[in-house]
């Protein structure tokens, strides 16, 4: 286990070190909670300080004493003359003791304490980085369950960080819900490993945690399509599926589950008096109309293009299938499924972002069978091969990340023509 614990440590400097010279220092706190990230976070300060759910405090705080040309985004949407805001409030809850923590700091400080000062934007970066933490930890224990060799996992977890968008998001976009995401999605997925092996489930914990995926992104329900295959089996699963529904706990699972989604409604209710609101208006699916293409192969924002470890990735699915062909050829299925519900979104590029940023959330669909390929090569000129091409993926993802965040691949505007006109252009960095 040392060389994980080590691994982890290393991640954890890097990522804290950069985080503190890039987004605590100076002024640079501005630009920590922005974009979406703002929407979700509003639901905070709205609750906390202002106790106004149409948050009027919009105007004098976000257009008024911090607005900033760079970073000014308006969440709210009307709706039958009532103001509400258009992203759910999911993510809010696992940045709620960070934000708590810093409102509690700046009562007691010289920093306003109105959720927008220093205190604030530093804590959700803060909460970043622990979810980060607490999703490496939850992707060891996975790992570990599908016996990969210990050096393996402790290679896999700062390929997975820093070789896709992962360092990016928890980073730079901290407020975004794809880094709580990842680790509510992972752990419900070591829950269903645990089961598979056991034969027990916690429905209470479980039906919290399927109820809080859903509130912070809905379309992440579809992790409940990957049950099946995180058992050995069909009949396994099958088998645990019958037994499931014999236990009066289901019950009690499905209503908490119910009972944490309907939190969004009653924000709804109290923002307009009205349940039941689609907040998005004319932005939808388009099933009959999927980018599958695109947002796996596109210059604008294609996984495969921007962060191509997740490509070598999804290789291991060949090794993994000589242990396990289900639970193989099943993580290929889900993830087409996934690639065809989140191609199907209207804007399947999710406007700005560096990759294709809602594959983020389910990092474990990469991380299991990149751990079954590095575990499977026993030749060391092989071995070493392939830690050396992932090596340099990640050194081309870095130099990548650099050049979005310095808007020379731009945040939405990106084809092919740009980007190879900039494609490793170190003298364009010098600019």
């Known amino acids: 286990m040392r060389a994980i614990y080590a691994s982890i440590a290393l991640i954890m400097t890097l990522v804290v070190w950069s985080a503190a010279n890039i987004m605590w220092s100076g002024d640079h706190h501005v630009g920590i909670i922005k974009a979406d990230g703002k929407g979700y ?15 009027g405090f919009y105007d004098s705080l976000e257009a008024g004493k ?21 992203y759910y409030c999911g993510t809010a809850i696992p940045m709620m003791p960070f934000f708590l923590g810093a409102h509690v700091y700046a009562k007691n400080s010289d920093y306003p304490a109105d959720g927008y000062s220093k205190p604030y934007n530093v804590s959700i970066s803060i909460a970043a980085i622990v979810f980060l933490l607490l999703s490496l930890l939850i992707l060891v224990k996975i790992l ?36 709580y995401s990842v680790f509510f999605i992972s752990w419900f997925v070591w829950l269903v490993l645990k089961w598979s092996k056991t034969g027990k489930l916690s ?38 599926f019958v037994e499931l529904f014999k236990k009066p706990s ?40 999927p980018e599958i293409f695109n947002i796996l192969f596109s210059y604008k924002k294609g996984l495969f293009i921007y962060t191509p470890i997740t490509l070598i990735a999804l290789l291991g699915i060949w090794p993994w299938a000589r242990v396990n062909v289900w639970q193989a050829l099943g993580s290929l299925v889900f993830f087409g499924l996934l690639t ?8 399947w590029y999710y406007g700005g972002s560096f990759s294709s940023r809602v594959y983020l959330d389910y990092m474990f669909v990469f991380a299991i069978p990149l751990a079954f390929l590095l575990n499977a090569i026993k030749v060391k000129w092989l071995k070493r091969t392939t830690i050396s091409v992932l090596l340099v993926l990640v050194l081309f993802c870095q130099f990548q990340t650099y050049q979005y965040r310095r808007m020379i691949i731009h945040w939405d505007s990106m084809d092919k023509d740009t980007y190879w006109e900039v494609f490793l252009d170190v003298k364009g960095l010098m600019k």
């Open 340 to 347: 065809y519900i989140l191609s199907s979104w209207w804007n």
């Open 203 to 240: 429905m209470i914990l479980t039906g919290l945690l399927v109820g809080l995926i859903v509130l912070i992104r809905p379309a992440n329900g579809i992790i409940l399509a990957c049950i099946p295959f995180l058992f050995p089996n069909l009949r396994s699963f099958w088998k645990a």
């Open 66 to 86: 911090y607005f900033n040309p760079n970073f000014i985004y308006d969440y709210r949407k009307q709706y039958n003359g009532k103001t509400l805001n258009k």
């Open 250 to 289: 289901l019950i009690t699972g499905v209503l908490l589950a119910l009972a944490v989604v309907a939190l969004q409604l009653v924000v709804y209710k109290i923002q307009t008096d009205h349940y039941l609101i689609y907040s998005y208006e004319e932005e939808g699916f388009n099933f009959a109309s």
């Open 41 to 55: 976070y509003a639901h905070l300060p709205a609750v906390f300080i202002y106790d106004d759910l149409n948050f």
């Open 144 to 179: 570990e369950f599908f016996g990969i060799q210990k050096g393996v996992i402790a290679l896999v977890l700062p390929v997975l960080v820093f070789g896709t968008n992962w360092y990016y998001y928890v980073v730079s976009e901290p407020a975004v819900s794809h880094v």
